[in-house]
């Protein structure tokens, strides 16, 4: 990413992150906001590159758009529950759907290529990733064989 194009993605990493954390106790009212403002950072970033607003991949942004603001309403069900740690999880998935959509939209407005098509899963991925859920996949094993080895023996009497 140029630099123009990282700090434009910061700056709506950090409204979205900011309007999420205010609007978290509504339940769906911050992807009211966070679908337009996401829309207008991908109309924002289209002139950025100098690309044709109709030359932009408006199908898989708009998969990207509405099937992130489903994952995060998913989660904020979830995990929305519990007080403190519902506010930054809504603030922490929308700065992730907002890299994921900048990411993407960079890479597909600077390739001539076709853009790759956008998947549910690859979304969810986006957004569970930062929560932690894989890395906490990958540490059981280890915790485990830790808990293992440290068990002393039985002692002579």
Do not use: C
């Not at 992130?68 to 603030?91: H, I, K, Q």
């Not at 790759?116 to 915790?143: E, F, K, M, N, Y």
């Amino acid at each position: 990413m140029e630099p123009k194009i990282r700090r434009m993605t910061n700056k709506y990493s950090a409204i979205t992150a900011v309007t999420s954390f205010v609007t978290q106790p509504i339940p769906g009212a911050d992807e009211l906001i966070v679908v337009p403002i996401h829309y207008w950072y991908s109309v924002s970033l289209t002139r950025a590159r100098g690309a044709p607003l109709l030359g932009a991949p408006w199908l898989q942004v708009s998969k990207i758009i509405w099937g992130g603001a489903a994952v995060r309403l998913f989660a904020n069900f979830t995990l929305g529950l519990v007080p403190v740690a519902g506010l930054f999880s809504n603030a922490i998935t929308a700065i992730a759907l907002t890299e994921l959509l900048g990411r993407y939209l960079d890479g597909a407005l600077s390739s001539p290529a076709p853009p790759p098509p956008v998947t549910l899963r690859s979304i969810r991925d986006a957004v569970q990733g930062p929560r932690g859920a894989r890395s906490s996949r990958r540490l059981w094993p280890t915790i485990r064989r830790a808990f293992r080895g440290s068990v002393p023996g039985p002692t002579p009497a």
